[in-house]
Structures are given as C-alpha cells and as structure tokens.
C-alpha cells in the first residue's frame, strides 16, 4: 500500500500538464443520470477503503502502476514545456468496467483527440464565410480589372501622343518685320506672318500675311470658343500690355529702334511666334478652319472688338473670371478622382515656383545690366588714364585694358539677352500657361455641377411622382412619370459630358508634359551652351592682355 502511494505521488509529480483543447465550444455538463452514477460509485470507493480491495482490484492497479510507467519512460524531464498536441500520442482509453471502483483513473475524462495548430493566424474580424468569399472574389477581380483597365488607358493615350510626335507633317511658323502704323493713339503694330508646312488642309506649302496683334488675340478667343468646352488645352497669347503698347505708339521711329519700345515690341513678335508654334503642334487646334484661315487667308481679318483691355468686353471678362474664381472658391467640390487631385496640387505649385523663378530671374537681368554699365564706365576711365599717361608701355597697357572690358561689357549684354529671351520668356510663357490650365479643369468642374444638379432634380421628381401615385392622381403622376424619363435622359447624358472631358483633359495635360519636358530640356541645353560660348570668349580676351601686361618694362 506504502509503494501504491508513494509511486502515484511520483506519478502526479511528473505527468505532464493537459494541453488545452482547441474546440472552440466548451464540454458538454454531464446529465442528470451520469452524475447519480458517479456519485453512486465515489459512495462504494468510500465504503470499500484502501484495505477492502479484491483480486480484480489488484490487477486493475498493477496494470495502472504499468500503464503510468510506460508513460513516464516517454516524458522529457528537461523540457521546459509540454510536448505539442499534434505530436503526443493519444492515449488509448480504458475501456469502463463494473469492478473498476478502485481504480484511480478510471473516471478521468478520455483526452480530446489533438487537433493541428493552422500556419497563420487569422484575426475574427478577418474571418469570412463561405457567402462571403464569394462575393469578395469578383470584387477583387473587378478592382484588378479596373486598375488594368486603366493602365491600359494611360498607355493608349501615351502611345497616341508618341504618334502624333513621330508623323511625317510639318509646321513651321515665323513672326518678323514688326512695323508700327500711324500715329498717336490710333497707331497699332502688324507683323508678318510666315507659315512653311506639308499639312493636308492648306492650301499653299508656304504662305504669308500681314497680322495686327489684335488679330492674335481674336484667334485666341474663338479657338477658345469653340475647343475649351470639350476640355482641350488652348496656349495663352501675350497678354496685352497698355504701358508698353502707349510707349510705342507715342514714341517716334528714331528713337523707338534703340530704346525700351525696341525692346518690348521684339519680346512681343517672340511671344507670339510662341504662340503660334504650340497652337500648330496640337494635332486638332492646326486642323481648324479658324486657324488655317488666319495663317493663309491674304484678306484682312474682321476687326476684333473684344480685345482691348480698356474695353467693355475687356472689363466684362475680367468681371466673369473673378466670378468664376468666386465660384470655385464657395462651392469647392471634394475631389474623387485622385489622378486629378494630384494634377490640381502639382500645377498650383508649379505656377507658384515658375513665378518665383522669373523674379529672380528679372533681378538676375538687372544685375547683369548694372554690372555691364559699370564695366563700361571703367573701360571708359581706362582710356582716359592711357591718354594721360606718360610711360608709353604702360599707356598701351592701359589703352589695351580699356579694349578689353568694352568687348566684356558687349558680352555682359549678350548674357543679358540670353537670360531674359532664352530662358526668362520660356518662364513667362509657362506662367501663362497656368491660366489655360485652370480653365480647363473648371470646365471640368462646370460638367460635374450640371450633371449633379440634374440628379438633384431627378431625386425630386420622383419624390413628386410617388407622392401623386399614393394620393391617387394619375394624371398628375402620368405627368410626372414622362418628366421622370426626360431627366433620367439629362443625368446620363450629364454623366457622359463628364466622363468624356474627364478623359479628354487627361490627354492634354500628358501632351502638356511632353512639350514641358521638351521645352525646357531645349531652352535650359540653349542657354548653357550660350553661356560657355560668353565664357570661353571673356577667357580669350584675357589670355591675350595678359602676355602683354607682364611685358611692361
């Protein structure tokens, strides 16, 4: 009996712990008739005593003394934690019998047999029924379909671009010979017009004409006439200058060739020469019948009435744009689509570091322009101290250096001229550029507000109709019922104006990129190459007076 005891303390000491079940749903309590069995056999274990035991209870103990240590050759007793359920073994359980009352273990629970750990662990809110993962699959297929479907798009219109850049037709289009006619406030200025090209809808290969700038102006409103309402991007024309212009026109032809009315009407002819170019580059603003007439028809254009900044129309457009901005301001929509959202954020910040570019460029040209009158006024000095200089060497010497700084102050203007028309009127034109750009999107904006308004109104009308079929009023409701179908037919086409200028604007502002691209990679190379070309001349000029410097005696 001693060693009975003594090995089932042993045996509680070293089994190892119960793994714990992995049901999800706790054990079933035992019932009403199970419970009086097990209290009706804990009474006879009771009774019976440890010294009351029969010959079966000695052969039901000496199998459990066996069936333990059979167990306990399997336990590790280093390890510092119970073995894995999928692992273990699951014991065999004994089979119940009716002298099995001494038997310690004959009333413990058979272990559950273990049930293998899942490689990852999903959380429930993760967990999804079979219902929902059906659902789940097209959704996602659908999500990757318009993400491909996109992808696609975005390459369509990249390669479409590519073409239009690759094809064999040609335009060239040069503004020159500016020349003022009459005088005082009626003078104004023409130019001409020269337009090489292999394009199918003119009529000559090359042609030219004689234009005013209200003329350039005219072409500007009426491409945007017809073309900003589909969301196409038209290039801004220099804008009209009343100083500048007031200059010119008051100044006499003499003094207009050398002077600041030089200066601002051959910015003017570049400007437009811009224009003209990024007009003809668009592959449907160069077809336009508004735009072959103006490079091509020899008759002189209707006069355009609306161009003039002091004007009504002037003032009339500058009313409608400071409503518009208003408008955009007060009733700004949250913006759904982020490729759009994007383009609005990046081109507010282009426009913002473009204008700060061009200041510092300006002060850059003022600079240059000061530093070019000083080099003059000490070549000027220069000279005037050789004549009055004695040593003749040294007389020459110094005649030599005022020669020097008058062709450095020659190359500090050409600098001044390459900042401000090579690279400061690339800026300017790309500032303007903005204005277009914004047009664009509010256009956008308009399409989105009209087709949101005809739903509005849609909603409304059937609230009407369901209120008249429940009053009984068929008359009325029949009414209703066709005012229903006119606006259903106003929203889908309100939704299908959206979509199309939705995908238009994308295509102009990824031709927008390119030509950007372009033309700042052209003008930036155009510019470094002039500047080394000035440096390399300024360090010519010294190389020379430097021999003849150290040969002063």
């Known amino acids: 009996l001693l060693e ?17 079940t992995m049901s999800s749903s706790p054990p079933p309590f035992p019932s009403d008739d199970e419970k009086d069995v097990q209290a009706t056999q804990e009474k006879e274990e009771a009774d019976d005593g440890l010294f009351g035991m029969s010959a079966g209870d000695d052969a039901a103990t000496e199998e459990a003394e066996e069936a333990p240590s059979k167990d306990l050759e399997n ?6 934690s119970p073995p894995e359920p999928a692992s ?41 029924t079979a219902p929902e993962l059906d659902e789940m699959v097209p959704a996602a297929a659908s999500a990757a379909s318009n993400d ?23 335009c060239g289009i040069s503004v020159s010979d500016p020349e003022k006619i009459g005088e005082g406030m009626g003078a104004y200025m023409t130019y001409s017009v020269t337009t090489k090209t292999n394009l199918p809808g003119f009529k000559k290969s090359s042609t030219t004409v004689r234009r005013r700038f ?7 409103s009426r491409l945007q006439e017809a073309h900003l309402k589909e969301g196409r991007l038209i290039p801004a024309a220099p804008e009209k200058s009343v100083v500048g212009m007031a200059k010119t026109k008051f100044s006499k032809e003499e003094q207009a060739k050398g002077g600041q009315s030089q200066d601002f009407i051959e910015r003017r002819r570049a400007s437009l020469e811009r224009f003209l170019n990024r007009t003809a580059q668009h592959p449907l603003l160069r077809k336009d019948n508004i735009f072959v007439e103006f490079l091509q028809s020899q008759e002189e254009l209707p006069k355009a009435a609306d161009t003039s900044a002091l004007s009504g129309a002037g003032m009339m457009r500058l009313f409608k744009g400071v409503s518009e901005v208003f408008v955009r301001i007060t009733s700004k929509k949250t913006e759904a689509d982020r490729w759009f959202e994007e383009k609005i954020t990046q081109y507010t910040t282009l426009e913002e570091t473009l204008k700060k570019l061009y200041t510092s460029i300006e002060s850059l040209v003022s600079h240059r322009r000061d530093f070019s009158v000083s080099t003059a006024m000490f070549a000027k000095s220069s000279a005037i101290l050789g004549n009055a200089e004695e040593h003749t060497s040294l ?40 204005s277009p750009l914004k047009a664009c999107f509010l256009q956008r904006e308009k399409a989105y507000n ?14 009407q109709e369901a209120k008249f079929t429940a009053a009984g009023n068929t008359e009325k409701a029949r009414l209703c019922q066709e005012e229903v179908t006119q606006m259903e037919t106003r929203v889908e086409k309100g939704e299908e104006e959206f979509n199309n200028i939705s995908k238009v604007i994308r295509t102009e502002i990824e031709r927008f990129e390119v030509h950007r691209q372009k033309d700042f990679k052209a003008s930036i190379l155009r510019y470094l190459e002039k500047l080394m070309q000035n440096q390399e001349e300024l360090i010519k000029h010294w190389e020379g007076f430097l021999p003849e410097a150290k040969a002063i005696a």
Do not use: C
């Open 75 to 80: 336990v590790d007793l280093n390890a510092s």
């Open 214 to 220: 209200s003329d350039f102006l005219a072409l500007q």
């Open 395 to 434: 007389a020459h010497v110094l005649a030599h250096l005022a020669n020097v700084e008058e062709k450095i102050e020659q190359l500090q203007l050409r600098q001044v001229e390459n900042d401000f028309f090579i690279f400061g009127e690339l800026i300017k034109d790309y500032i303007g550029l903005m």
């Open 148 to 170: 491909e479907v996109a992808a696609h798009a975005e390459a369509a219109e990249a390669d479409a671009i590519a073409a239009e850049e690759t094809d064999n037709f040609t």
């Open 4 to 20: 009975f005891l003594l090995f089932s303390f042993q045996f509680l000491e070293f089994v190892p712990a119960r793994p714990p």
């Open 88 to 128: 273990a073994p699951a014991p065999a359980a004994a089979e119940p019998t009716d002298d099995d009352d001494g038997d310690l273990f004959a009333d413990a629970p058979a272990e559950p047999e273990p049930v293998k750990a899942a490689p990852e662990t999903i959380s429930p809110s993760s967990t999804a």
């Open 450 to 463: 009209a087709w949101q308004t005809a739903v509005a109104n849609l909603a409304k009308k059937r609230e």
